[in-house]
């Protein structure tokens, strides 16, 4: 944890870092160590020794590049490509990060976030926490940013948490550890939760999630969390996130190469629970579900089959012609369950298609939604999350698709082209007249590169966006 300070403190022995622009004179570099060399190149980070003229024996000067070009993205690299080279705690003197479009408190915020998610790692699968060391020490301020500061911490945490339970492998992350886990968290933050098992699913007839869960010997989930941050539980929006713990294919097997990184399969209810994690932890202002269908996709001698017709807990019958696409049938339950709970707005969060993953690759999350106004609230606040995400097209002719079984009332993979769409206006079907949007994170919810963010595997994509969606809503 950082605490904010008015001015720096020369009797530190911490190491003090500053920034440094190409198009400035660094007078105040100059005058604490003259004739110092400094390299104010985007992303250089000049380790100057101080030989005894301080208290402080290194000061650190990270290179903005010009001030002028300085984006909200290039600083998080800036300050990720820093935590990871940082060893213990220092001084930073944050004013230096300021631009004319980026003010002391968005970079207090993005500071203390960067400076937590950069450094995560996962070491060893157990006990839900992610591994990292967490910094602390002194943020040299004109203004008293703590508030942000803390913000920007429990922004990271909520994402190192969701980055855990998504790289947790299969076999420690099953639909009764994903229950097991959200259960903690609502206990830790005082929400209300409900987390449905194999007889309530029958009694309710969640027929579409518990036909992708004959195939595995692990039981089903239906998670259901409550956040109420307003005076009455009323209009909640619901977080509905894909909780496939593991996705073989089912009958329509995927070949071995395609089923590696299938654990990640969960990574939407992973980041949903960020999502309401860092929402219970600030005290937003507003009344937020969270639903999670969670199963795995594998084969045994009930599975579901190829040409199965099975029902729905919306009571729509579905023609299951690829059990591979098994993503929208325990949402297409999830959707309808937030529904019948109340839900006045949903987004949903899948790793839904590969189609997806071949239209945006891993540089943006595909959007889809049956409401323009919904659309532009949430396009607003990924905007000012920085994180991207491309609305992609419904349209009748997708619909018409999905609605042309001969057997069923829908039919869920009627074919591979337009697949992202056609995966959205499967859902679309169970949303209906709720203003609802879906969020496919199959490219943006892993990666197989580490950055300066952070190493490879789960990203806990849009945990960001989603909060700043509610905080926005803010009276
Ligand atoms: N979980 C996959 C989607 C996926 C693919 C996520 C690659 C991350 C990376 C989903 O359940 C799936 O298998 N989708 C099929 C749908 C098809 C059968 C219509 C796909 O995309 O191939
Ligand atoms: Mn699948
Ligand atoms: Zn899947």
Partial sequence: MFTTIANLDLTTTQPVVFGAAV???????????????????YKAVTVLPTYGKHAFSQLYVL??????????????????????????????????????TITLREVAVIFAETMIIARYEFKKHGNFTAKFSQLSGHVVASE???????????????????????????N???PRDLAKYAKKLADKYGMEHHIL???DLLNMQANALLAVNRGSDEPARMIVLKYQGLETWENPTALVGKGLTFDAGGYSLKISGSMQGMKHDMTGAANVLGAIEAIAHMGVKANVLVVIPATENLINGQALKVDDVIGSLAGKTIEVNNTD?????????????????GATRIIDMATLTGACV?????????????????????????KQADEKVWRLPLDEAYTEQVRSSKVADLINSPSREGGASIAAAFLQEFAVD??????DIAGTGDTKSASDLGPAGATGVMVRTLTQLFLNEEV
């Fill in 172 to 174: 420690k992350m099953t």
């Fill in 63 to 100: 290179g903005l590049g010009a001030r002028s070009e300085l984006t909200v993205t290039k600083l998080r690299q800036l300050f990720g490509r820093f935590a990871q080279m940082i060893k213990g705690d220092f001084t930073i003197e944050l004013d230096h990060f300021v631009t004319s």
């Fill in 434 to 439: 709720t203003p609802w949007i879906h969020l």
């Fill in 325 to 341: 696409a098994e993503g929208r049938l325990i949402l297409a339950d999830g959707i309808e369950y937030a529904r019948q709970l």
């Fill in 358 to 382: 071949v239209a945006l690759g891993s540089a943006m999350t595909g959007a889809f939604s049956n409401n323009d106004q919904f659309m532009s609230s949430l396009a607003q606040a990924a």
């Fill in 197 to 199: 098992k194999t007889s």
């Fill in 23 to 41: 198009d400035e004179n660094n007078t105040q570099i100059e005058s604490l160590l003259p004739g110092a060399e400094i390299d104010a190149a």
């Fill in 144 to 170: 008293n940013v703590q508030l942000e500061l803390a913000q920007g911490e429990a922004l990271g945490q909520a994402i190192n948490h969701a980055r855990t339970l998504s790289n947790e492998p299969g």
